[in-house]
């Protein structure tokens, strides 16, 4: 599968702070702080079998996030480390 199918069908979450986001972010990239992550996930990717790439500033809290969906029983969760890697992972921009 192609970068640009990929990032089409994936919901990509940044659970950094709102000020970390509004410094830049992924392209189409949903902001949700991991301080809410718990209440706003089933919003965001209510679809447990869609690809969840969630990215932060370092990778330990999207790392934290990935761990708390895969026990969701989400099937495809991938913890992409840092807004830069995923943006150049799935051929996107970091705006």
């Given at each position: 599968m192609q970068a640009s199918t990929v990032a089409t069908q994936a919901v990509i979450i940044d659970v950094r702070s709102a000020a970390e986001f509004e410094g830049g972010h992924v392209e189409g990239a949903v902001n949700l702080p991991l301080d809410r992550f718990v209440d706003g996930y089933p919003r965001v990717a209510p679809d447990k079998q869609q690809l969840v790439v969630l990215y932060c500033a370092s990778g330990a809290?999207?790392?934290?996030?990935?761990?708390?969906l895969k026990a969701q029983g989400y099937a495809?969760?991938?913890?992409?480390i840092s807004a830069r890697n995923v943006a150049a992972q799935l051929d996107k921009a970091v705006v």
């Open positions: 809290r999207s790392e934290q996030a990935v761990q708390y495809q969760v991938v913890n992409g």
